[in-house]
């Protein structure tokens, strides 16, 4: 986060935008000195999402997957002027998409005819979030096919995180759970943001161990690096990996285009996965370049010849 906010402030100091470099340089000290030293040393208590317990039925007993998947993953700051990255992540043929920052019906009747799949929209606090899979998304013994659980939001917000079982065809079911904290909203909210990382990995980690099994790949997105210990400490106490992608944000800050400094959206995978590849997309013209991350599972046939 220290180095892409380096980045900002150079931007707004060439633009001659001196308050905006102030409020920045004070967000970038306090912001690394935070997640480096947590507020909370010890796990913080967490409202258990003990509704996932029933879940852990359909993440154990799924049919192991049989062939690589492909997982593209985006958040647009605007849903405007998306044309270009959207062909760029089709492009890649990916068999799940995850866009968060629109729900517009357009985009999402586009992506699920691309995919020849089905498609699922949510509104969020952060404009909405699309999922397609190249498949259809699974039931787990009622008539829902997704589950959703409270994560920490600033004062008069609302953050949820997202448990989905997308069959994807010729592979199998991926279990699938996809979380966001929002980041700081201004210099007064740093501290209250840094808890609101520890508290919302946490609630990911429980989220992850109710689930159980190898193959759950969780999407999220802390606004903080992979690396933060308020963040690696706990998704890897909970048996998930980061899939270690470039950075992807910000690709352009004001008028510096390719500036790229750290992995903000984020792919972590459970145990029975194997990382293939992962790349960055670019030339998009938003702050956020789409990940393409390869994953294959270690017990399918193609992984077991390699």
């Known amino acids: 986060m220290f180095a892409g906010l380096v980045v900002v402030g150079s931007s707004l100091w060439l633009e001659r935008r001196w308050t905006g470099v102030a409020a920045v340089s004070t967000l970038m000290v ?16 967490v409202d258990r999402p003990r509704h996932l317990r029933e879940l852990k039925g359909c993440s154990l007993l799924a049919r192991e997957p049989s062939g690589p998947v492909r997982i593209a993953v985006w958040t647009l700051e605007s849903d405007r002027a998306a044309s270009d990255g959207l062909a760029a992540i089709l492009s890649s043929t990916p068999d799940i998409i995850i866009l968060k920052g629109t729900d517009r019906p357009q985009v999402a009747m586009h992506l699920q005819k691309a995919l020849s799949g089905e498609v699922k929209t949510m509104s969020t606090d952060g404009g909405g979030m699309i999922a397609v899979t190249r498949g259809n998304f699974q039931y ?14 600033p004062a008069g917000g609302s953050e949820f995180g997202v448990v989905g079982f997308p069959y994807v065809k010729e592979v199998g079911v991926v279990p699938l759970m996809i979380g ?37 790949v969780l ?5 903080a690096p992979p690396s933060a210990p308020l963040v ?47 790349r960055v997309l670019q030339g998009t013209g938003h702050q956020r370049g789409p990940i393409v991350v390869d994953l294959i599972a270690r017990t399918s046939p193609s992984a077991q010849d390699q």
């Open 232 to 278: 690696s400490n706990i998704l890897g106490g909970a048996g998930l990996r980061w899939a270690p992608t470039a950075a992807n944000w910000p690709l352009r800050a004001g008028s510096i285009p390719g500036m790229g400094q750290h992995p903000i959206d984020q792919v972590w995978v459970g145990a029975n996965w194997n990382v293939q590849s992962t």
């Open 30 to 45: 306090f912001g690394s000195m935070i997640l480096r030293l947590p507020v909370v040393h010890e796990s913080p208590v």
């Open 140 to 153: 787990c013994g009622g008539e829902e096919d997704e589950w959703r659980f409270d994560l920490p939001a």
């Open 219 to 223: 999407i999220a997105d802390f606004f």
């Open 180 to 216: 966001q904290v929002e980041g700081p909203t201004g210099i007064l909210d740093a501290l209250d943001w840094s808890d609101r990382v520890h508290r919302g990995a946490a609630k990911m980690g429980v989220a992850a161990d109710f689930l159980g099994g190898a193959n759950l």
